[in-house]
């Protein structure tokens, strides 16, 4: 093969290279779901088969939506329904929040974390049974002794999940609810969201956008990271100590919660 017609071949495999490099990222972000994984045959965050917003070995499966369990009762006006679910590292006393919220206007909070402090303003008037649940666990130390188990520092999906008591992104409290503030929803730097298995099967898991965010509304808006930003770019930063299929894994910075304190409480 003539030198000339080598160098063509060349660049065209590399640029084929580069096309499906780059399909490959933009499909990840279209189709990447923030979900917790799945227990026995109940997807965490959720309530599906396998794991979808995935995290731990099973994060990296991704379900369809059908798979996934939406929440069995409906809440009557001006209440939550907190449905029953089997998850791993469940509260043991299998407590719920309030079917009335706590809440209907702006809450601080205060995510103390082993790498730095994360302050929150959750939103209880457009997210109620969200903002409810995330008071109801911080109370009972849930997360106390837990660390935020996915990192993603894809282009496009920067965030940080936690929330899952057996850090293994197959964990939830025992109870799943309904979707909120999702009409519209933007996922852009400093959003607070709950990670889910499918619609209406919210558990306990969130996830922290440090950076650029291309998901679909179909996550819980739940508040605003008020400060600590640099403390999730700083873990970002550091990167991923072993990434799974879709790019993601455990940060090599290990972010270990010792407490969520909810202002006034």
Not at 35 to 45: H, N
Not at 140 to 161: D, E, N, P, V
Not at 185 to 212: E, I, W
């Amino acid at each position: 093969m003539a030198a000339k017609d080598r160098k063509k071949q060349l660049a065209r495999q590399r640029y084929e290279r580069q096309q499906a490099r780059r399909q490959a990222e933009e499909a990840r972000a279209r189709t990447l779901k923030i979900v917790g994984a799945a227990v026995a045959a109940v997807v965490v965050i959720g309530g599906g088969t396998a794991a979808a917003l995935v995290l731990g070995k099973d994060d990296k499966k991704k379900p369809a939506k059908p798979e996934a369990q939406a929440t069995q009762s409906k809440a009557k006006p001006g209440e939550c329904a907190y449905n029953a679910s089997q998850d791993q590292g469940a509260l043991k006393d299998g407590s719920k929040p309030p079917a009335k919220p706590a809440y209907n206007g702006p809450v601080k909070a205060t995510i103390k974390t082993s790498q730095g402090d994360i302050g929150l303003t959750l939103d209880g008037a457009k997210a109620p049974c969200a903002t409810n649940s995330f008071a109801f666990l911080a109370s009972k130390k849930f997360w106390a002794g837990s660390h935020c188990h996915r990192l993603s520092t894809s282009a496009g999906l920067q965030m940080l999940q936690c929330g899952d008591p057996t850090g293994t992104g197959q964990g939830g409290p025992g109870y799943k609810f309904a979707n909120e503030n999702t009409a519209g929803a933007k996922y852009d730097a400093g959003t607070l969201a709950m990670a889910n298995a499918g619609p209406d099967t919210n558990g306990s898991q969130f996830f922290l956008v440090y950076g650029n965010s291309q998901l679909s509304p179909d996550y819980t808006v739940l508040g605003k990271i008020t400060s600590g930003l640099d403390v999730l770019q700083a873990v970002a930063k550091g990167g991923i100590a072993k990434a799974g299929d879709d790019g993601t894994g455990e940060p090599k910075k290990r972010v270990t919660i010792e407490d969520v304190a909810i202002a006034g409480k």
